[in-house]
């Protein structure tokens, strides 16, 4: 294979490998083959620094001799609380962006044993490399790596379960990216389905109603245990908005699923119909009478308001 010399190359060009756009074009290929041997070539694609002493740090990137181990970083305090993990230098854990690509074997290749071995092949095959000491000073690296590659979420509520459902990730691709998740870490990812990202209050079934996701994708949601109750900061549930785009810079007034889907009718009318023939009479009508905060707007005042003729809602 030739993609071991390609580092190499990319370095005398002055492109650095732990460049996001170099990463980008490995994930966006799909093929897991190729982010092993990345990984065994460079070491990189990890945020280590909070797991290990500044001040050891430091001497390593000095190339200064010390006999001493490195002590397990405390983290920063801010307003007296632990900052979170800082995962990877543009802020996306490996499996976050391959969710968001939609790139299945990716996600399935992070989920097993090959990315660790990957690191520990690195480091016995660079063992004089500054990268590789700061790998090999990680207590516990077995344990520490999922919540490194991304198989966790962050203190603001995102997680790959939520960077799969973006419009990011192609909608054909969504439904098996979210299953080879739940394949790969089915107790994480039912935590996951229900975490609402802060401020906003997005959560995944939130965001598949506000980008006209696929009803398969909104049953796979509901199946797993999303709750079809949950609101935005504005007030509005489901069947109250449509497009993503929009849901971020407006979410001020606590919609629910029909408050998403019911403003922006065009591109989410498939998914439209079907959440009105899904879920039950009881569900519905307490959705419907839900009124969003500020403007008061009901699901059936937004329908109206629509300009979009999609006939009758109820």
């Avoid at 970083?73 to 609380?81: A, C, D, F, P, Q």
């Avoid at 919540?147 to 379960?161: D, K, M, R, Y």
């Amino acid at each position: 294979m030739s993609f071991p010399y390609i580092p190499k190359l990319a370095d005398s060009m002055g492109i650095p490998c732990n460049d996001a756009s170099y990463i980008n074009d490995i994930l966006g290929s799909g093929k897991s083959v190729i982010l092993d041997e990345y990984i065994r070539c460079t070491g990189e694609r990890i945020s280590i620094s909070e797991l290990v002493e500044s001040e050891y740090i430091r001497k390593i990137e000095d190339g200064a001799e010390t006999t001493e181990g490195p002590k397990p970083y405390s983290g920063l305090t801010v307003h007296g609380k632990k900052k979170d993990y800082q995962w990877a230098p543009d802020g996306f854990p490996l499996l976050w962006r391959a969710a968001q690509l939609g790139s299945v074997e990716i996600i399935e290749y992070l989920g097993s044993p090959r990315p660790l071995a990957a690191y520990k092949h690195f480091i016995a095959t660079n063992p004089t490399s500054k990268r590789a000491k700061l790998l090999n000073s990680v207590k516990d690296l077995e344990a520490q790596l999922p919540t490194l590659l991304g198989f966790s979420s962050n203190n603001f509520g995102e997680s790959p379960v939520l960077a799969a459902v973006t419009p990011n990730c192609p909608r054909e691709k969504q439904l098996a990216t979210l299953e080879m998740l739940l394949a790969e870490a089915p107790k994480l990812v039912t935590q996951m389905i229900n975490i609402p990202v802060k401020d906003q209050r997005l959560t995944p079934l939130l965001a598949v109603c506000a980008s006209g996701g696929l009803p398969s994708v909104f049953d796979w949601l509901v199946f797993n245990g999303a709750n079809v109750e949950a609101y935005d900061q504005r007030g509005y549930v489901c069947l109250q908005q449509s497009r993503l785009i929009d849901y971020l810079y407006l979410s001020t007034h606590s919609w629910n699923i029909l408050h998403l889907l019911a403003a922006y009718q065009e591109p989410s009318l498939e998914l439209y119909r079907h959440v009105l023939t899904k879920l039950p009479a009881n569900t519905l009508k307490m959705l419907m009478s839900q009124r969003s905060k500020g403007k008061r707007n009901t699901v059936g005042q937004l329908h109206v308001c629509s300009p979009h003729d999609v006939g009758p809602i109820c």
